[in-house]
C-alpha cells in the first residue's frame, strides 16, 4: 500500500509538472504572437457564426483604441468604417458567405483620426456548405496609403511640369526609342500632339552636331559621358525643314 501510494504521488506530480510545462509554453507562445501582431501592426479576429461570437486580439482592440472588456459586434465595427466604404464593406461581407474570403481595404475613423486598414479573412464551412466560422486578420496600412498618396501627387506635379514647359522635352530608351514627348517638343518637329509625334517618329531625327556626325555618335557620346549639356546640333523634320536644337540630356540608371 505504501508503495502504491508513493507510486500514485510520483504520477501526479509527474502530471502537475507536465502541466505547468505546457501552461508555461503556451503562455510564451500567446506572449510571441501578441508581440508579433504589435510588430506588424496586425491584429486577428474570429466569429463564430453558430454562437454569434466575435472575439479580438489585443492588437485589433489596439486599432480600434478600445479597451479589452468592451462588447464587440460586427455593428460596432461597421460604425468605425468610413461612411463612403460602409457600402462596400457590407457587399463584400455578404458576398464572403458564399465565396469563403473576404478581403477589402478601407478608411476607419478611430477618435476622429482616418486610418487605413486591411481585412483579410477565411470562412469554414461545414458539410452542408454552411458557413460556421470566420478567421481573419486586420492590418494598419495607414503609412503605406500616404506614402501612395504623395508619390501619385507627385507623379501628377511631375506630369503636369512636363506637359506645360515651354521647352522641349522627352524620355527615350538609351538606344534612342521615344518613350514620351511633351507638347512644346511635338510642335517643334510639326507636330498637333504628343501622341501624333509619337506614331509617326520613332526616335529624334538628329543630322550633324557639335561632336557628331550622326545618330549613333550621339547615342555613343550620351553612353560616354552619361550626360551632355548645350549640345547644338541640327535636325530635319517629316515636313523636310530643318532646325537647330540645343540640347541638354543625360541617361538614368534603374536601381
Same mark, same amino acid.
Given at each position: 500500500?505504501?508503495?502504491?501510494?508513493? $507510486?500514485?504521488?510520483?504520477?501526479?506530480?509527474?502530471?502537475?509538472?507536465?502541466?505547468?510545462? &505546457?501552461?508555461?509554453?503556451?503562455?510564451?507562445?500567446?506572449?510571441? $504572437?501578441?508581440?508579433?501582431?504589435? &510588430?506588424?501592426? &496586425?491584429?486577428?479576429?474570429?466569429?463564430?457564426?453558430?454562437?454569434?461570437?466575435?472575439?479580438?486580439?489585443?492588437?485589433?482592440?489596439?486599432? =480600434?483604441?478600445?479597451?479589452?472588456?468592451?462588447?464587440?459586434?460586427?455593428?460596432?465595427?461597421?460604425?468605425?468604417?468610413?461612411?463612403?466604404?460602409?457600402?462596400? +464593406?457590407?457587399?463584400?461581407?455578404?458576398?464572403? +458567405?458564399?465565396? /469563403?474570403?473576404?478581403?477589402?481595404?478601407?478608411?476607419?475613423?478611430?477618435?476622429?483620426?482616418?486610418?487605413?486598414?486591411?481585412?483579410?479573412?477565411? &470562412?469554414?464551412?461545414?458539410?452542408?456548405?454552411?458557413?460556421?466560422?470566420?478567421? /481573419?486578420?486586420?492590418?494598419?496600412?495607414?503609412?503605406?496609403?500616404?506614402? @501612395? @498618396?504623395?508619390?501619385?501627387?507627385?507623379? @501628377? *506635379?511631375?506630369?503636369?511640369?512636363? @506637359?506645360?514647359?515651354?521647352?522641349?522635352?522627352?524620355?527615350?530608351?538609351?538606344?534612342? +526609342?521615344? $518613350?514620351?514627348?511633351?507638347?512644346?517638343?511635338?510642335?517643334?518637329?510639326?507636330?498637333?500632339?504628343?501622341?501624333?509625334?509619337?506614331?509617326?517618329?520613332?526616335?529624334?531625327?538628329?543630322?550633324? #552636331?557639335?561632336? =557628331?556626325?550622326?545618330?549613333?555618335? =550621339?547615342?555613343?557620346?550620351?553612353?560616354? *559621358?552619361?550626360?551632355?549639356?548645350?549640345?547644338?546640333?541640327?535636325?530635319?523634320?517629316?515636313? #523636310?525643314?530643318?532646325?537647330?536644337?540645343?540640347?541638354?540630356?543625360?541617361?538614368?540608371?534603374?536601381?
Amino acid at each position: 500500500a505504501m508503495l502504491a501510494l508513493a $507510486l500514485t504521488g510520483l504520477c501526479v506530480g509527474a502530471a502537475v509538472s507536465e502541466r505547468k510545462r &505546457v501552461e508555461d509554453a503556451l503562455e510564451k507562445s500567446e506572449s510571441n $504572437l501578441r508581440h508579433a501582431q504589435q &510588430v506588424a501592426t &496586425v491584429g486577428s479576429w474570429h466569429v463564430n457564426i453558430l454562437e454569434d461570437e466575435l472575439s479580438w486580439s489585443e492588437e485589433t482592440y489596439r486599432l =480600434f483604441n478600445l479597451p479589452r472588456e468592451m462588447p464587440i459586434d460586427i455593428n460596432l465595427v461597421e460604425k468605425y468604417i468610413h461612411p463612403d466604404d460602409r457600402a462596400t +464593406f457590407r457587399t463584400r461581407w455578404a458576398a464572403a +458567405f458564399s465565396t /469563403g474570403r473576404y478581403e477589402y481595404e478601407h478608411r476607419m475613423i478611430v477618435d476622429g483620426v482616418t486610418k487605413w486598414v486591411r481585412a483579410l479573412a477565411q &470562412v469554414e464551412f461545414d458539410k452542408q456548405h454552411c458557413p460556421i466560422t470566420i478567421t /481573419g486578420t486586420v492590418q494598419d496600412i495607414t503609412d503605406r496609403k500616404w506614402a @501612395e @498618396e504623395a508619390l501619385r501627387q507627385a507623379e @501628377e *506635379k511631375y506630369h503636369a511640369l512636363f @506637359e506645360d514647359a515651354v521647352v522641349g522635352m522627352y524620355q527615350s530608351t538609351p538606344d534612342g +526609342f521615344l $518613350l514620351t514627348v511633351n507638347r512644346a517638343l511635338a510642335k517643334m518637329f510639326g507636330f498637333s500632339s504628343s501622341e501624333e509625334m509619337l506614331a509617326e517618329i520613332t526616335e529624334i531625327p538628329r543630322v550633324n #552636331g557639335d561632336g =557628331f556626325k550622326n545618330p549613333e555618335d =550621339f547615342k555613343q557620346l550620351l553612353e560616354t *559621358k552619361s550626360e551632355v549639356r548645350d549640345l547644338e546640333y541640327e535636325v530635319r523634320r517629316p515636313d #523636310g525643314k530643318q532646325l537647330w536644337i540645343l540640347e541638354n540630356a543625360r541617361t538614368i540608371s534603374g536601381s
